[in-house]
């Protein structure tokens, strides 16, 4: 019985979990008694029981699949991404990246997500009651229990609706196969409401900040930041500009507390360049200086082998990751799969996914760039750390590390492979970034351009000015993060941007260059869509990478309809309630309308 695809062997949940981490000491145990007696009367019986299943719902939440949809639904339809090779081994990817998605191609299954969100809502049944009968278990745990698991749940579904539209929603836990599963699906509207609702009723429960003894705990759980983070980004979508730059000021200015902290503390790891503050117009941006004439820090703390060590510096940037472990095969832990396979590794020069030509022009180019700005000339580190373009492949998240030296050239170079090393294949353990820093900064940069007007009459043109000013001074700091220049010189010009329509521009480009190949782009693009009702820019962008058929996608994007996901037809077909998205049809067949 496998309805709405929430089911999940539902029976047992938390007992496949406590097998799973628990079976070496509970073998016999577990023996005797039936499985779903053992979660429903002896499981939830102390808080450490309630731990265990937290920690399942993150470890669910790093699977594969559910990394590999971050991917998927958040790049791979965008001009960031090709094919790469061996990419004719999923038929499935290969029809995404032609624009050509059905209601049979996999990944349009979100059972993963329901995976997380039906573990989420165990949890939120059953702690409670835990709390009534251990009193170890406190009403401050208690509170930020409950935080996570509604954080991480609306996480699942923000996903979701972001990917598909309209998806089932429901806040029960499904925990017996004869509880009714089959739902229609709830408005995206409706869906986004609650979230943010869900969120703001539990923002102030939430750990604001985990003790010094568990440093990876300040970025690989959920915080107070990587709620008022999600909020950010919720209120953006739902077009309320003002809450969205509430949220985003609340996270920053929590960053460059902790940055003062850092910096003040004797035993601090804090680094950063001598005028990394003029760098980044005051933003605790992680520095981009190595040392000398060496650049591409930033990578290394955020994208590549941070030991715990380092964890602090790591710290100063990210807000919320997926957090896997540095040498997974030898410790027995999960490996980065989904980038493992998708973007590559030691023994594939390209993944599944390339970089798209278009990406690749863009960086050759001397002029006339649309992705990169022609005033960074070649000084841009992003040019280097965001793909190798010499064997166009990507290369954010593949290699361990990066140096970029500026010493002997006019502009700088790349180290040779020989100095760089790649995580080895099935053994790729780089934490994946939900939130950082530079991510908000640039929503809002974003919310701020939406609050310009329009017009070129004086007070239009005085009304304009400080929000102007205020959204080019984000996405500058973030810019010039990434200039490999000891005196910088090169970098972007306020004057240049003077209108509503400039602005939201440079932030679509900085966020494009920025955050490259880290599952925003089509997010980006589908938002973009939804505020202006039409699909122009998503489609300007879609066509960037296509040589042939441009007519057809043309037509095929331009129903907004066509920009979200099919549901899958076995869930078509299991659950009555469901409507297809009308783009495709009855869910059945093999094309567009």
Not at 43 to 68: H, M, P, T
Not at 111 to 139: H, M, S, W
Not at 280 to 287: E, K, Q, Y
Not at 384 to 408: A, G, L, M, P, Q
Request: proline share 3%.
């Amino acid at each position: 019985m496998r309805k709405l695809h929430i089911n999940l062997t539902l029976k047992g949940l938390a007992t496949l979990l406590v097998t799973t981490l628990l079976l070496s000491s509970c073998g016999d145990f577990l023996e005797i008694e039936p499985r779903n007696e053992i979660v429903l009367e002896q499981f939830w019986n102390e808080k450490a029981d309630v731990d265990v299943i937290v920690s399942g719902c993150y470890s669910a939440l790093q699977s594969r699949g559910c990394i590999s949809r971050m991917i998927i639904w958040g790049e791979s339809r965008s001009d960031n991404i090709a094919a790469g090779t061996n990419a004719t081994n999923d038929a499935s990817l290969l029809n995404v990246l032609n624009e050509n998605i059905t209601a049979k191609n996999g990944y349009t299954t979100w059972v993963d997500f329901y995976n997380v969100i039906n573990r989420c809502n165990t949890v939120l049944k059953y702690a409670p009651q835990v709390a009534e009968i251990d009193p170890g278990y406190t009403v401050s745990e208690l509170n930020a229990t409950i935080a996570e698991m509604v954080a991480l749940r609306s996480l699942s579904y923000f996903y979701l609706i972001r990917a598909f539209r309209d998806v089932p929603f429901s806040r029960e836990a499904f925990i017996d196969d004869d509880q009714p599963m089959d739902l229609p699906a709830t408005p995206f509207n409706a869906v986004l409401d609650s979230l943010i609702d869900d969120l703001e009723s539990v923002k102030d429960m939430a750990i604001k900040r985990y003790p010094v003894t568990y440093p990876i705990y300040q970025t690989g759980r959920i915080t107070q930041d990587a709620i008022h983070a999600m909020l950010c980004e919720m209120y953006l979508w739902k077009q309320d500009y003002s809450r969205c730059i509430e949220y985003a000021d609340k996270v920053i200015n929590s960053k460059k507390k902790l940055a003062e902290e850092y910096k003040n503390s004797s035993n601090s790891r804090y680094e950063t360049a001598n005028d990394e503050d003029n760098r980044t117009n005051g933003f605790p941006l992680v520095s981009n200086l190595r040392g000398g004439n060496e650049y591409g820090q930033a990578y290394n703390y955020l994208f590549g082998n941070v030991n715990e060590s380092e964890s602090e510096i790591n710290q100063q940037e990210i807000i919320f990751q997926l957090v896997f472990n540095n040498s997974p095969q030898s410790n027995s832990m999960m490996e980065n799969g989904a980038i493992n396979e998708f973007y590559g590794n030691s023994n594939v020069n390209i993944g599944y996914m390339a970089p798209s030509d278009y990406i690749l022009d863009d960086i050759a180019k001397t002029s006339g760039r649309t992705v990169f700005d022609d005033k960074n000339k070649k000084v841009d580190s992003r040019l280097y750390y965001n793909c190798k373009t010499d064997r166009k492949s990507i290369y954010k998240y593949v290699f361990e590390n990066t140096s970029i030296d500026v010493t002997t050239a006019t502009t700088p170079e790349l180290e040779d492979d020989r100095n760089l090393t790649k995580w080895p294949e099935g053994q790729n353990g780089s934490n994946w970034i939900i939130y950082r820093l530079s991510d908000i900064m640039l929503m809002k940069a974003e919310a701020l351009a939406e609050q310009l007007q329009e017009g070129s009459d004086q007070g239009t043109i005085d009304f304009n000015r400080p929000i102007l000013s205020q959204a080019f001074n984000l996405v500058n700091a973030v810019n010039k993060r990434s200039i490999c220049q000891n005196t910088l010189k090169d970098t972007l010009v306020e004057s240049d941007y003077v209108t509503k329509a400039m602005m939201q521009e440079l932030v679509l480009r900085e966020r494009q260059r920025e955050l490259m190949f880290e599952g925003k782009r089509w997010f980006d693009l589908v938002r973009r869509a939804r505020r202006d009702g039409n699909t122009s820019v998503l489609i300007s962008a879609a066509l960037h990478k296509v040589s042939t058929g441009s007519a057809l996608i043309s037509n095929k994007l331009t129903k907004m309809d066509a920009i979200y996901w099919p549901y899958n037809s076995d869930e078509i077909k299991i659950n009555t309630k469901l409507v297809q998205n009308p783009a495709f049809k009855s869910g059945e067949n093999d094309s567009y309308e």
